[in-house]
Structure formats: structure tokens, C-alpha cells
């Protein structure tokens, strides 16, 4: 405070002083002059101690400026406030220079925003920043609008549709180059697809199109692939809706239709079912049944009730019972089930039982044994990844049509009581080639890039890795189902396949192909084709899929015995009839 009033008072007697001398006339001009420059420079010896950044050369030019104004005035003898106009100048002068600094500033500004914060060296890439994802974005109608059904041969089947694939770089891309990251983790098509695809446009990063699979991946880059989409055909039956009260959405889920989009799935899943043929969106998982389980399924209308079913899951609250045929004679009396579960394989949910596994325990009672098989009621009190299948693989009675389970890949007890023989690698792979030599692997759900990927993390799990999973993965979810976006076409599996003579179409419709069943659209109404003309498929000429005929698979591969019955909570229960294989007079058919 004392500074300051010194400051002032100094200033206020050197400026009058200055001012005083100025006006006893021209003849005394350069005596001002000197004593300008004395009062000026003892000022800024007081100040500049304080205001340091004040200092620089424009205050020597400003200085400098006053004396030439002053030396000028000497020519017209009446202008007698010379010093007072050198004033004004120099204070225009200063304010000019501040705003001429402030301007380049926001200009340098303004150029390093646009450059993601910094300037680009010649050849460098900009990638901008990542988006984040809004979590509460559901799927809507522009997603539901991708394409469309049709029905045949009691199938819903998806006319093909472009898609594009969509993924941030992963830690481990970093540093390598499109084409080494294409040959070791997308193998589902050639290299020479991706360099096709490449030369079309169909491979962009940071939305600008690829024009060489040499670029260098780094932090942050996005990449967009656009593929010409293929879906396996589901049952035909249509979902039949138990209960919609604003509140919760209770359905009857057929076998062989995923919950959500997932692998090779998008349009023949429930949500989007219900998406595109009710116009229901915006729906909150409560639980999940694998794709091949029929029966009830929960969904919540709102975030509240979304959340307070999922404490009553946590809580484990809410009763489900199941109904499944298993193979041979299930003991009539209650049977528990407490062995623990241990994750072997996330990508198709293979599970065993293991010490090292999460505990469960599951309660089982026979209905019914027509001589060959039995249907026995299931009351999960756990929710463990594929419970009540693993438990009854173990206690020797695995459920009929079971894909997993019941295979003969688990050695010659199939896994009762534990006995498997096998690592988990061998495990695997055992699974895969019995499904590979039957020509049923899509029945695992992996794509075949996928498989060799697997079998690498097996290895490396055998060396010490735990492969225990999160307790109870179809816990609920108090969000919005949202888009699933994977970076690579899962469209392809091993099956028997024939080639089509000539290839693909274009989009455009040239090279049509040979006339055959016409199947309808879907209306919401399920009917059976009827033989007109080949339907308006879209075909794509670097399409690999469009190039095979695949052979729609039987109800075998479709349907698995076991029904989510009945859900009940402190204040509800929603259930479903029993369906026609559990009941008694069920007759097995000849595959």
C-alpha cells in the first residue's frame, strides 16, 4: 500500500512538473525533453521491480517517440502541449501494440486448436480427440431401418445389408500398420478383400477414406469398416408379449434368437424385433437366456424400475424356475447341485465345473420319463454363466439337443462327475473340431478368425492365467441397450457351402440370379412364402458370403430343450405355458 502511494505521489509531481516547464515556451524544448527522460526513468526504476513484464524494446521505442514528437514541435511555436500529444501517442501506441499481441495470440490460438493442439510436422496425421459414448442411447429407428425380413420355410431370415463396423485403435495396434493388424486379428477375409475394399473406399480412419494399408496406427484412431452384412436365419415364430405395463416388458422368447445384437447377430435379436415390428425401443435388460433357451424374458420400461429389479437380482429375490428334457433316467427324488463354475472360454460361454470356480448351487426335481429322456424342473438360486446346463452335464443327465454339453469333445463320461481329462485348451479344441467335422460349428457362435484367437488365449491360460470370470454376467443392467460395435464381419463359419457358378451381382442389379422362392416381407405377420419371383436381395461383387449358398439349418440346430418357465418376484410372477416338448405325450423326432 505504501508502494502504491509513492508511486502515485512521484508520478503526480513529475508529470506536473513536466507540464509546468513545458509552458514556459519554445525556446526551452530541449531542457523538457531531459527532464521527460530523468522523470521517466526514475519512475520506471520504482515500478519495474513490480511489473517486470511491462520492460521491453517497445518501451525504449515508445521513449524514443516522445522526443522525436518533442524535437518536431519545436517548428510551430504555438502548439505549447507538445509533451501532452507525445503522450497520447504513446498511449495509442501501447493500447495498438496489446491488441496486435492479443491477435496474434488468438490467431496462434485458433491454429493450434485446428491441428489438435499443436502444429503438424509434413506427412503427420491429425487425429482428433476421442467421442465419448452416451451410454443412455438406445437403438432407434434409423438403426431398425437398416434392412428388412422375410420369412421361408418357417424361418425369419435378414436381407443382406451394408454395416459399418466401427473401433477405437487397441493398446496393442499401436505402432503397427493396417495390414499387419488385418493378417493377425481379422481373418475372416483375405488380405487381398482388404486391399479391394481399400481401393473402394470402404476403409476409413478418422472418416477419411484409407488410400494405403501401410499407414501407421496410433492413440485415438478410429476405424470405420464397411461390410456387406449377412445374418443366419432364426425360427419364424413371432414373440408373443405377456405383459406390457408401462412399467416392465415381459415376452416368450423362441429358441435360437439372441437376447441383443452380438457375433453375427443384430436385426434377428429381440430388441430389434421388437425395435422394427412394435416400434418398442428404449428397453432396460433385466436378464438374459442364451440364444438357443426359450421362454420369459424381462425387460423394464424405466430407469427406477430397471434399477429396483436389479437389487432384487442382486438380492437374489427373484425366483426363476426352469423346465429341460435330459437325456435318460433323472432320479425321482430332489437332487442340489452346489459344485462351483469356472469360466473356460468368454467368447461362447464355455464353462466347467472347477474348485476354482464361483460357488452356485441349483435344485432339481423329475416331472416326468417317457422311457428315454426326462423332463426335470430347475430352480437356479445362483446365476452363474450356463448353470444349469454345467450342473447337469456333471450329474450325468445332459440336456437334450444340448450343442456344448452334450458333446462327446468332453471325453467318454462327457464330463459327468467331472471327469474330462483335457486342459482347457484341449477342451476347446476338441469342441471346435467335433462341431468343424459335423458341419455345425456356427452352432458354437464364433466366427472362424475368432477361433485361432481363442485357442491362443487357452495356451496362454494354461501357463498360469486364471480365466475366472465376474460372478453373474447377465446381472442386470440399468442402462439403455446400445449399439454394438465390433471391428470385424462375423458373418463367416465352416460349413458345406456351394459356389455360385458366376459370383455376386453388383448392387445395381446386373447379373441377376436364377428365379426362386419369393419369401414375404415382415409386417409383424408370420406367413410362408410363396414361389414368385428371386427377391430383392441386395448383392455386393466383394461380398465372400454372397458367393455361397448355405443350407438353412434344421430345427435340431435351432432348438435346445430348456424353458425360462416362471420369474417371481416379492410382488409378481410372470410365466409362460409349458411348451410341447415338456409335455407328456411328446415324442421325440427323427433328425
Given at each position: 500500500m505504501h508502494v502504491s502511494v509513492s508511486v502515485r505521489g512521484l508520478r503526480e509531481r513529475s508529470l506536473l512538473s513536466v507540464f509546468s516547464s513545458a509552458q514556459t515556451g519554445v525556446n526551452n524544448n530541449r531542457r523538457v525533453i531531459d527532464q521527460i527522460q530523468r522523470h521517466f526513468i526514475s519512475f520506471y526504476n520504482v515500478i519495474c521491480p513490480l511489473n517486470r513484464h511491462f520492460y521491453s524494446p517497445r518501451c525504449k521505442r515508445s521513449s524514443s517517440t516522445m522526443q522525436q514528437a518533442a524535437c518536431d514541435?519545436?517548428?510551430?511555436?504555438?502548439?505549447?502541449?507538445?509533451?501532452?500529444?507525445?503522450?497520447?501517442?504513446?498511449?495509442?501506441?501501447?493500447?495498438?501494440?496489446?491488441?496486435?499481441?492479443?491477435?496474434?495470440?488468438?490467431?496462434?490460438?485458433?491454429r493450434r486448436r485446428g491441428a489438435g493442439g499443436k502444429k503438424l510436422r509434413a506427412g503427420e496425421r491429425y487425429i482428433p480427440p476421442p467421442q465419448k459414448r452416451n451410454p443412455g442411447v438406445s437403438f432407434s429407428k434409423e438403426h431398425f431401418d437398416e434392412t428388412s425380413y422375410y420369412f421361408e420355410g418357417g424361418l425369419r431370415k435378414v436381407y443382406p445389408y451394408y454395416f459399418d463396423f466401427k473401433t477405437y485403435c487397441k493398446g496393442r495396434w499401436i505402432g503397427k500398420s493396417l495390414l499387419e493388424v488385418f493378417k493377425s486379428e481379422f481373418r475372416a477375409e483375405s488380405i487381398e478383400y482388404y486391399q479391394r475394399a481399400t481401393k473402394e473406399g470402404r476403409i476409413r480412419l478418422n472418416e477419411t477414406p484409407v488410400d494405403d494399408l501401410s499407414v501407421v496406427l496410433r492413440n485415438n484412431d478410429h476405424m470405420k469398416n464397411t461390410v456387406h452384412r449377412h445374418e443366419p436365419p432364426v425360427v419364424g415364430r413371432p414373440l408373443e408379449v405377456l405383459v406390457d405395463d408401462g412399467e416392465v416388458l415381459v415376452v416368450n422368447k423362441p429358441a435360437s434368437i439372441p437376447v441383443h445384437p452380438c457375433g453375427r447377430f443384430r436385426h434377428n435379436t429381440v430388441i430389434f424385433i421388437l425395435g422394427k415390428e412394435r416400434g418398442i425401443s428404449e428397453l432396460h435388460t433385466v436378464h438374459r437366456l442364451d440364444r438357443l433357451t426359450s421362454g420369459v424374458l424381462l425387460f423394464a420400461r424405466t430407469l427406477e424400475t430397471s434399477k429396483k429389479l436389479d437389487q432384487l437380482v442382486r438380492?437374489?429375490?427373484?425366483?426363476?424356475?426352469?423346465?429341460?428334457?435330459?437325456?435318460?433316467?433323472?432320479?425321482?427324488?430332489?437332487?442340489?447341485?452346489?459344485?462351483?463354475?469356472?469360466?473356460?472360454?468368454?467368447?461362447?460361454?464355455?464353462?466347467?465345473?472347477?474348485?476354482?470356480?464361483?460357488?452356485?448351487?441349483?435344485?432339481?426335481?423329475?416331472?416326468?420319463?417317457?422311457?428315454?429322456?426326462?423332463?426335470?424342473?430347475?430352480l437356479p438360486v445362483t446365476g452363474r454363466t450356463h448353470q444349469i446346463r454345467v450342473h447337469l452335464q456333471y450329474l450325468g443327465f445332459p440336456i437334450l439337443n444340448d450343442p456344448i454339453y452334450g458333446s462327446l469333445a468332453w471325453g467318454p463320461h462327457r464330463g459327468r462327475g467331472g471327469l474330462v481329462g483335457k486342459s482347457n485348451e484341449e477342451l476347446f479344441q476338441a469342441?471346435?473340431?467335433?462341431?468343424?467335422?459335423q458341419e455345425s460349428l456356427h452352432l458354437l457362435d464364433i466366427p472362424d478368425d475368432e477361433i485361432e484367437q481363442e485357442a491362443e488365449k487357452n495356451k496362454t491360460s494354461e501357463k498360469g492365467q486364471s480365466l475366472d470370470g465376474p460372478s453373474e454376467p447377465n446381472r442386470s443392467a440399468a442402462s439403455h441397450q446400445t449399439d454394438t460395435q465390433v471391428p470385424a464381419c462375423g458373418s463367416s463359419s465352416s460349413e458345406t457351402v456351394d459356389k455360385v457358378s458366376q459370383g455376386?451381382?453388383?448392387?445395381?442389379?446386373?447379373?441377376?440370379?436364377?428365379?426362386?422362392?419369393?419369401?414375404?416381407?415382415?409386417?409383424?405377420?408370420?406367413?410362408?412364402?410363396?414361389?414368385?419371383?428371386?427377391?430383392?436381395e441386395t448383392r455386393d461383387h466383394l461380398c465372400s458370403e454372397c458367393k455361397l449358398v448355405r443350407p438353412d439349418p434344421t430345427e435340431k440346430e435351432l432348438i435346445m430343450y430348456l424353458h425360462a418357465l416362471r420369474y417371481k418376484g416379492p410382488d409378481f410372477e410372470y410365466s409362460t405355458s409349458l411348451p410341447d416338448w415338456a409335455k407328456e405325450d411328446w415324442v421325440e423326432a427323427d433328425w
Open positions: 514541435s519545436s517548428t510551430p511555436p504555438a502548439e505549447v502541449n507538445t509533451p501532452v500529444s507525445g503522450e497520447k501517442t504513446t498511449t495509442e501506441e501501447a493500447a495498438e501494440s496489446v491488441k496486435r499481441k492479443s491477435d496474434e495470440t488468438s490467431g496462434q490460438s485458433k438380492d437374489r429375490r427373484l425366483e426363476k424356475e426352469y423346465v429341460c428334457r435330459v437325456e435318460g433316467e433323472f432320479p425321482e427324488e430332489e437332487l442340489i447341485c452346489e459344485e462351483p463354475i469356472l469360466v473356460v472360454s468368454f467368447k461362447i460361454g464355455l464353462c466347467r465345473v472347477d474348485p476354482k470356480g464361483k460357488d452356485c448351487r441349483t435344485v432339481f426335481q423329475r416331472l416326468t420319463f417317457n422311457g428315454k429322456t426326462s423332463v426335470v424342473r430347475c469342441l471346435v473340431e467335433e462341431h468343424r467335422s455376386c451381382t453388383d448392387p445395381d442389379g446386373n447379373n441377376a440370379s436364377s428365379p426362386k422362392t419369393q419369401p414375404n416381407k415382415s409386417n409383424g405377420n408370420q406367413t410362408e412364402a410363396t414361389t414368385l419371383k428371386s427377391p430383392p
